[in-house]
């Protein structure tokens, strides 16, 4: 006879989730753990620190009332919560995407090529994390299937600007590296290794 399988943690904060979407009140945690237990399968030893995480995580909302902490959630703040981390990522591109115009203005001034190598390279390393963060908001949006579907349109559509404002980057990186070819007489593969420009740097589809 097999051993039953254990739950998984991103599948017992999904079913914790649930019981919040479906009931819509606020509970103690002692209720948490008695729905968690009952309707969802999970067991009570570790419903105290997956409801923790979620509350670390903004997914769910915890306050306490005289003497009893109570928990909540409800499915529009989960859109207002990816929201703002939507818009919080734009201000970043923008504020990148700036500074990466600076420098290319820097280069045109013939400045000496070798004293921007760090700055370049910090502003790749912020294009990839800038990159993942926008994969890991796609996969929160993904996970709000029950929630109208005109606000999913609308996050889509900020996650494709949020998209366009890193292919604009890109597009400056390559610029600065098609300046520096014809300035400098320098071979691609020379000026990648030099300032560690990923051979793969593309736009995003």
């Not at 529009?76 to 990466?100: H, N, P, Q, W, Y």
């Amino acid at each position: 006879m097999s051993k039953r399988k254990g739950v998984s943690l991103d599948e017992k904060r999904l079913r914790i989730i649930q019981i919040f979407h479906e009931k819509k009140e606020f509970f103690t945690l002692k209720e948490i753990e008695k729905i968690a237990s009952k309707e969802k399968k999970v067991v009570v030893q570790s419903v105290q620190d997956v409801l923790q995480a979620l509350v670390d995580d903004g997914l769910v909302q915890s306050d306490k009332i005289g003497t009893t902490i109570y928990f909540w959630k409800f499915p529009g703040e989960s859109i207002a919560a990816t929201e703002r981390k939507i818009a919080d990522t734009s201000k970043k591109i923008v504020e990148a995407e700036f500074k990466l115009q600076k420098l290319k203005e820097e280069i045109q001034k013939e400045k000496e090529l070798k004293k921007d190598t760090e700055e370049k390279r910090n502003l790749l390393e912020e294009v990839e994390r800038l990159r993942k963060k926008e994969q890991e908001i796609k996969k929160q949006i993904a996970k709000f299937s029950n929630v109208n579907p005109e606000e999913i349109t609308e996050i889509k559509e900020k996650a494709q600007r949020y998209k366009d404002l890193v292919n604009i980057w890109t597009d400056n990186i390559f610029a600065i590296q098609s300046w520096c070819r014809t300035k400098f007489n320098i071979l691609d593969q020379d000026l990648n290794k030099q300032f560690n420009i990923p051979e793969d740097l593309d736009y995003m589809e």
